[in-house]
């Protein structure tokens, strides 16, 4: 049933809103602010940090392959949408405070604390997406959908540009940083566990003001049966259109190789320069202001030469990307000042480079699923897509802490990343066209 707007006049515009909480979670903890500072700081760096920084991620990417399936079910079964959402951002939101512990020398105990910490913030954000994104079908048609998660998508890279900003002024510029935090203690970069734990719940009181409520149904709930139901239909109806389930095949091991590089690029930056805080933020949003720019030069590009070329491109530009910052040496000494060797302006620039093939990359992956799924059966497509990416998200990190273990190389761990994408382009290649579908959408238009 479709929300009556004139009596909820800002659900949509208040779930949209919720998208800045979520990428306050990726842009300051797990991409670019705190996981370097973990894994460099904390864990002490090296090949071995890096191994126990992927384990942590595949084991916090299995619990959601397992317990995504069994929270979506029970969400759509029982409703109560809105009370799983909040329940699941008041954990991720305590997980995120706790984060402010994370001190250097901190004892064995306290490491496998605050790991399972990291793995409970993991989980519990994800499932806070799963419960999220369960809203989108009530707040308009399937005409509209896509466009209402465009939007959320973009709010969500323009607050992560905005955030990262925002985060350089207050706590790396000047002699004394917000709060007098003590950059020898690492305050600066630890607050950014609490200053996430504030987004989440900030950004959530919109939704639960504003959306409509999620009653509870009382209901008969034989968990095990319903996801065995739930993944038999999505089998079933990828052995019924080979042609879409070689997209999704496709689609889900690039993004995963994506994910590598996302979680994995400025741990191994910061390891190789030495960089602090100051130099992961500016790298951050060199990555998202470039996929903001590479998603909408890929969207005019896919207008044109259809969304499987566009993606192949964008997946050639990240392997381009990805190995040539893998080739770059290490450095004798550890550089000195804001990004003060060549090197370091380089890799920047070739960093700016990986976030436009980011962008369309994903982009062109919404619209291809939009194109070539049969009429009317979008929306389960897509729930398809989501599923399979989330039962194999955790496979990319554990290759990493694998390969990274073997070869005692971060670098070699990091080479998962082109190799993975690299198998995705090779997939995309035998996933049928779309340009067809395209010349008939613009024929009829």
């Known amino acids: ?27 300051l903890l797990l991409y670019f602010i705190f996981a370097p500072y973990m894994v460099q700081t904390v864990l002490g760096g090296g090949s071995e940090a890096q191994t126990i920084w992927g384990v942590v991620t595949a084991i916090g990417g299995v619990s959601v392959a397992l317990l995504g399936p069994v929270i979506g079910t029970i969400s759509d079964t029982v409703g109560g949408q809105k009370r799983f959402l909040t329940a699941f951002v008041a954990l991720g939101a305590a997980a995120s405070a706790t984060l402010w512990f ?22 519990s954000v994800e499932l806070a997406g799963v419960t999220y994104s369960s809203l989108l079908p009530n707040l308009g048609t399937p005409a509209t959908i896509g466009r209402l998660s465009g939007n959320a998508i973009g709010f969500g890279i323009a607050w992560g540009l905005i955030l990262l900003g925002g985060y350089i002024a207050a706590f790396m510029l000047g002699d004394t940083p917000f ?27 919109p939704l639960l003001a504003f959306t409509p409520p999620t009653p509870i149904r009382r209901a008969c709930l034989p968990v095990g049966r319903i996801v065995r139901g739930v993944l038999k239909d999505a089998y079933l109806a990828m052995r019924e259109e080979p042609a879409i389930a070689r997209f999704v095949i496709a689609r889900v091991i690039y993004q995963d190789g994506i994910g590598v590089a996302l979680t994995f690029g400025s741990i191994y930056a910061a390891g190789l320069f030495g960089w602090d ?87 062109s992956g919404r619209t291809m699923m939009a194109r070539i799924a049969p009429a009317g059966q979008a929306g389960k497509w897509f729930g398809i897509m989501a599923l399979t990416g989330n039962a194999v998200a955790f ?34 290649m035998f996933v049928k066209s779309d340009r067809p579908l395209l010349g008939k959408q613009l024929a009829t238009a």
């Open 1 to 27: 049933m479709i929300i009556d707007t004139r009596k909820y006049p800002l659900a949509r515009a208040s779930w949209v809103a919720f998208a800045p909480g979520i990428e306050s979670v990726n842009v």
């Open 102 to 123: 994370a001190v250097p020398g901190i004892p064995l105990e306290g490491l496998v604390t605050l790991s399972f910490v990291a793995i409970l913030l993991m989980i």
């Open 179 to 205: 709060f007098g935090l003590d950059r020898e203690a690492h305050e600066h970069t630890r607050i950014a566990g609490p200053i996430v734990a504030a987004a989440l719940l900030f950004f959530l009181l």
């Open 277 to 363: 805080t100051l130099e992961l933020a500016v790298f951050g949003i060199c990555i998202l202001g470039a996929a903001a720019i590479g998603a909408t030069i890929g969207g005019q590009i896919d207008d044109r030469i259809g969304a499987k070329n566009t993606i192949l491109l964008a997946l050639l530009i990240l392997i381009i990307a990805m190995v040539a910052l893998l080739s770059f040496p290490a450095p004798a000494d550890v550089p000195e000042g804001f990004l003060s060797t060549p090197n370091e302006r380089v890799f920047i620039g070739v960093a700016l480079l990986l976030g436009m093939g980011i962008g369309p990359a994903g982009g």
């Open 395 to 428: 496979t990319g990190p554990a290759l990493v802490a694998l390969v990274t273990y073997l070869t005692q190389s971060e670098r070699s761990g990091m080479m998962v990343a082109p190799i993975v994408i690299g198998l995705g382009a090779i997939l995309m």
